[in-house]
Nanobody, 125 residues
Framework: QVQLIESGGGLVQAGGSLRLACAAS????????MGWFRQAPGKEREFVAA????????YYSDSVKGRFTISRDNAVNTVYLQMNSLKPEDTAVYYC??????????????????WGKGTLVTVSS
């Protein structure tokens, strides 16, 4: 079992920045690809970013590419999402995710083995 706990959400003005963090339990953190998804009110949960176990490969959705950066620190079992140039349409609950295959996580929620409970990001205009 892997437990994921997100932090760092909050209210920010458009154009601002936030950094989300996700702390994972267990001693096998580096064997998991990690990712971030988000769900806006009335919409389906969508892929945002993913990173391979040792951080060599990253993927981003087109909507956040160039603005968001995913990274991880395996020494402290934590994955981060740096969000810059935030827009009101980035408003959503952001979920941390863990899976065995990084590419699979980008294609479907079926590629996710574990989910965090989410953290709310609100971007005001």
């Amino acid at each position: 079992q892997v437990q994921l706990i997100e932090s760092g959400g909050g209210l920010v003005q458009a154009g601002g920045s936030l950094r989300l963090a996700c702390a994972a339990s267990g001693r096998t953190f580096s064997t998991y690809a990690m990712g971030w998804f988000r769900q806006a009110p009335g919409k389906e949960r969508e892929f945002v970013a993913a990173i391979s176990g040792y951080g060599l490969t990253t993927y981003y959705s087109d909507s956040v590419k160039g603005r968001f950066t995913i990274s991880r620190d395996n020494a402290v079992n934590t994955v981060y999402l740096q969000m810059n140039s935030l827009k009101p349409e980035d408003t959503a609950v952001y979920y941390c995710a863990a899976g065995r295959v990084v590419r699979a996580m980008t294609l479907s929620r079926d590629g996710v083995d574990y989910w965090g409970k989410g953290t709310l990001v609100t971007v005001s205009s």
